[in-house]
């Protein structure tokens, strides 16, 4: 079912959901930050980016999506992420709002309980990166799409998404060098807002 037609504050009260009975994620992106790792402003943009978008629901929709963020936080969980260099340079709006995102992709690295690692575009990629996904307790497989959620369940599928996940967490890039990594990104953006 479409998003679009469903409405977006639904769609993220399904995905927080989720998160809340979730022990463990791994979290793979290609395109954008992952929505548990999007500050506030780069959600509301996410979310807006299509044009039939109603904008109340897409202002609800980001309310659920940062409370829901509030788990990455919770010990007890494990979360991993990876991302390619591209999600993390791809920019929504302004340039003067990634210096912020970077700051919380560094706050959110330094969590014991969180893995968080970037491709650097310098590494050969293990596989065309045709789209995001996140698996959820190794169990579900959740691809959000432009329209909607694909929600995967069986063991071939999973393991499929599992074995990329893993193959891209091997050139990622974690802790200082991670950090190393979102400071010249971060410069290349001070410079871009400063044009």
Do not use: C
Not at 54 to 73: G, I, L, T
Not at 91 to 119: C, E, N, T, Y
Not at 155 to 164: A, K, R, S, Y
Request: a negative charge; glycine letters at 6%; aromatic letters at 8%.
């Amino acid at each position: 079912m479409s998003w679009l037609k469903s409405g977006l504050a639904s769609r993220e009260a399904a995905n927080a959901a989720r998160v809340r009975s979730a022990q463990w994620m791994a979290v793979f992106s290609s395109a954008m930050i992952p929505p548990l790792l999007q500050t506030a402003e780069y959600a509301r943009l996410a979310l807006s980016i299509s044009q039939d978008v109603d904008q109340d629901d897409a202002a609800k929709a980001a309310a659920v999506r940062a409370e829901s963020q509030a788990a990455v936080f919770e010990p007890g969980r494990k979360f991993a992420f990876v991302l390619t260099e591209g999600a993390v340079r791809t920019w929504p709006g302004s340039p003067s709002l990634i210096p912020a995102q970077l700051d919380r992709l560094a706050q959110v690295s330094a969590l014991p309980h969180v893995r968080l690692g970037v491709v650097p575009w310098n590494v050969e990629a293990p596989a065309f990166p045709l789209h995001g996904f996140t698996i959820y307790d190794g169990s579900v497989s959740v691809v959000e799409s432009l329209t909607g959620d694909l929600t995967l369940t069986e063991t071939g599928e999973i393991d499929t998404h599992m074995d990329v996940f893993e193959a891209f967490a091997a050139g990622a890039v974690y802790d200082d060098a991670l950090r190393d990594l979102l400071r010249q990104i971060g410069a290349d953006y001070r410079a871009l807002a400063s044009k």
